[in-house]
């Protein structure tokens, strides 16, 4: 009964590679959104899409490539992975743009060590 | 450019103890609030959200509070537990459209036996 899901938990990788991370909601959401926590555990959003649609981009590497399938699947592909790109990356899911309440729920994240 | 500040950054009290966490936000300009609790290597657990009409919402021993015009929101925590040793983060949703959180600091708390 996994609401935000996410794999993998772990990944470790070598600078250089190219690595993808999987979302998925069972929540019936129409927004979907990824986030990052550095190593001071600060958390800064990067993308978010609605329907399938890109609405926020914050100013991410274009290295960083989101892929929305279908509104249940949130994929973040990067490319030429950097020392740097290590961090915690969370997915989140809530329920629509403009909703009342637009509670966002979160995925358990996938900690991303680059080599 | 909204930000978001937690004070304390970090707290250890011991068990029973009633306590306040404060979260302060620069723009007033906000359509919800909402506290989170992460614990270590965990993903985010929601606790609260309060609407930017709404003064407080409480769920069992937790209660938060808005004061929008001051840009503050305080997180109560009554009679805590050792179970509530995490870190507490809180984050802005701004008014009009878009739903891009802003996350505070965090603090992290610590109760003890």
């Known amino acids: 009964d996994t609401a935000v899901s996410q794999t993998p938990k772990y990944l470790v990788t070598q600078m250089g590679n190219d690595k993808s991370i999987k979302c998925e909601q069972n929540?019936?959401?129409?927004?979907m959104y990824w986030y990052k926590q550095d190593s001071k555990k600060f958390l800064k959003i990067m993308f978010s899409?609605?329907?399938?649609?890109?609405?926020i981009n914050e100013t991410v590497p274009n290295r960083f490539s989101p892929k929305s399938p279908d509104k249940a699947h949130l994929n973040l592909h990067i490319n030429s992975l950097e020392l740097g790109d290590s961090a915690v990356y969370f997915c989140?899911?809530?329920?629509?743009?403009?909703?009342?309440?637009?509670?966002?729920?979160f995925g358990p994240g996938t900690r991303l060590t680059v080599l | 450019k909204q930000e978001v500040t937690q004070i304390p950054a970090a707290l250890s009290v011991p068990e029973g103890e009633n306590l306040v966490l404060n979260c302060s936000f620069t723009?007033?300009?906000?359509?919800?609030l909402q506290w989170f609790r992460q614990d270590p290597g965990k993903g985010l657990t929601s606790l609260l959200l309060?609407?930017?009409?709404?003064r407080e919402q409480t769920s069992g021993r937790l209660n938060a509070s808005l004061d929008k015009s001051s840009g503050r929101s305080t997180l109560y925590i009554a009679a805590s537990q050792p179970g509530d040793s995490a870190t507490y983060l809180c984050?802005?949703?701004?008014?009009?459209?878009?739903?891009?959180?802003?996350f505070g600091t965090g603090t992290q708390l610590k109760v003890e036996l």
């Open positions: 989140a899911s809530s329920q629509g743009r403009v909703a009342a309440s637009n509670e966002q729920f």
């Open positions: 899409y609605n329907n399938k649609e890109l609405i």
């Open positions: 723009d007033s300009a906000i359509y919800n």
């Open positions: 984050a802005v949703r701004p008014q009009g459209g878009g739903n891009k959180l802003t």
């Open positions: 309060i609407q930017s009409s709404q």
């Open positions: 929540l019936g959401h129409d927004t």
